[in-house]
């Protein structure tokens, strides 16, 4: 195990700082907002800057790699990462920090790639699972440690901001002097809305509601804490303690999903997710630890939707598609973050902070009302038909890439030959004069099971040979 690790150590690094430099990030722009007297409104929209910047890497990297390489677009990334973060602290001012939040959402996406593609390549078939369950962890401790470090000092002063960038900045090191074999191209995909919604109604559906909610937490939450009067330590657990309450309640989930209806499991985590709602919305508590751990529990059960609702759509989806499904999904989840964060700052600044969680509420139910309907109008996949969940507890920090590393042999060797023609791999070339891209297609032939939806060519996987 140790033998397989040490490959990846600078992988591992790389994506650590990269995670623990955006979670003091993201922790201390609405904290320091807040203290600055910003508005709600402006502090959803950094929400939502962040969002635009995340589904545009996610689409642009790809190309940009194909161009320049890998290792030069990983150093691109962290340097505007680290310019985004410095010129917030110079320029402390909403509508310039809601454009800077974008270049941050679009490195981020951008760099997550790079990496996941290179431990993708370095990984054997045999420890691919544990590796992409130690990246996972690290990726979680990292952003929590990030998030947790704003107890240590002022976030009025500059100290924070200077931190972030010094670790962007510490990011490249590790590839830049271990990372020398540039891995197969990126995993880029397309959107299709049609194709989506075609295959599985209900999950493109509730993935779009989750984005709206989710990202409305994600972003402001800490505003939400600030004006409830909690310390600057006790935000700093109110929005990363979820984090990992849901990561941790990824289990349980994956076995109810795998035995029941997915649906049904589904519904159940939105009431639970409602109830957190309602609590927060109606009973007004203040003290610090009712409300932490309503947070917690808020957070186990919203975080925990993603994984139910992707494995409902692949469960459905034809033989091939897990990498596109997966990656199409995450783009449509991006849409619903990108308006998230708007309406509930909006709200916010109308009817006080717990609108935060009206909101929540509001897309809870309008998830379980979809969902009934669809459970009375199509029958359940058969249990021999459902594949495996793949536990993603904090989406925001996914890629098409990460669906990329996280699927097991047969998905990948399905995804790229189901049809049969898949071109051979060849030697990956560098540099702006790489070869043009190629898609994997899958034909209506291919998609079609009797039992299944016939799910069109909306995505391609394009991979710069």
């Not at 040490?6 to 807040?34: D, H, K, T």
């Not at 109110?238 to 941790?248: D, G, N, Q, R």
């Not at 139910?365 to 249990?383: G, N, W």
């Not at 070339?429 to 070869?435: I, K, L, M, Q, S």
Request: hydrophobic share 50%.
């Amino acid at each position: 195990m140790i033998q397989s690790l040490l490959p990846l150590a600078a992988l591992l690094i790389g994506s650590a700082f990269l995670l623990f430099a955006g979670g003091v990030n993201n922790l201390i722009l609405p904290v320091r907002g807040e203290a600055e007297g910003f508005s709600a409104i402006s502090l959803g929209l950094l929400g939502t800057g962040w969002a635009v910047g995340y589904v545009a890497g996610c689409l642009r990297t790809p190309f940009l790699v194909a161009r320049v390489g890998h290792i030069r677009a990983f150093g691109v990334m962290c340097a505007l990462a680290t310019i985004a973060v410095l010129m917030s602290l110079v320029l402390i001012d909403p509508w310039i920090w809601i454009p800077l939040r974008s270049v941050s959402g679009f490195c981020f996406a951008g760099a997550a790639m790079i990496v996941e593609s290179w431990l993708s390549e370095r990984s054997e078939q045999a420890s691919r699972g544990r590796i992409f369950g130690i990246y996972t962890m690290v990726n979680l401790a990292a952003t929590t440690a990030g998030q947790m470090v704003l107890t240590l000092g002022d976030a009025k002063g500059y100290f924070f901001f200077v931190l972030a960038a010094m670790i962007y900045c510490l990011a490249l090191l590790p590839t830049a002097i271990f990372a020398t074999k540039s891995p197969q191209p990126l995993t880029s995909v397309s959107l299709n809305l049609r194709g989506l919604w075609t295959n599985s109604p209900i999950s493109f559906f509730a993935v779009f509601i989750v984005g709206i909610s989710n990202a409305s937490f994600g972003t402001l939450a800490a505003v939400f804490a600030t004006r409830m009067g909690l310390s600057l330590s006790t935000i700093a657990l109110f929005v990363s303690v979820p984090i990992l309450a849901a990561a941790a309640l990824q289990i349980p989930v994956g076995i109810l999903s795998d035995r029941f209806d997915r649906r049904r499991v589904l519904i159940v985590i939105a009431l639970i997710a409602l109830l957190a709602d309602s609590v927060f919305v109606f009973s007004r508590f203040t003290d610090p630890f009712i409300l932490l751990g309503l947070s917690t529990g808020f957070g186990a059960v919203a975080y925990s939707m993603y994984s139910v609702i992707v494995a409902h759509a692949n469960d459905r989806a034809a033989p091939g598609t897990f990498i596109q499904v997966s990656g199409g999904l995450l783009l449509v989840y991006g849409v619903g973050a990108i308006i998230g964060p708007t309406i509930s700052g909006f709200a916010m600044a109308r009817c006080g902070p717990p609108s935060l969680f009206a909101v929540a509420g509001a897309a809870h139910i309008i998830l379980i009302a979809f969902a009934l309907l669809r459970l009375r109008s199509t029958p359940e996949v058969a249990a021999n038909d459902k594949g495996s969940l793949h536990a993603t507890p904090v989406v925001h920090m996914s890629t098409p890439e990460t669906a990329a590393l996280g699927a097991d042999e047969a998905e990948l060797t399905s995804d790229r030959a189901e049809d049969g023609t898949v071109e051979q791999d060849q030697p990956t070339n560098e540099g702006p004069n790489a070869p043009a891209t190629r898609a994997f297609q899958f034909d209506q032939a291919s998609c079609g099971l009797s039992h299944r939806k016939w799910l069109p060519s909306f995505l391609r996987v394009h991979r710069p040979p």
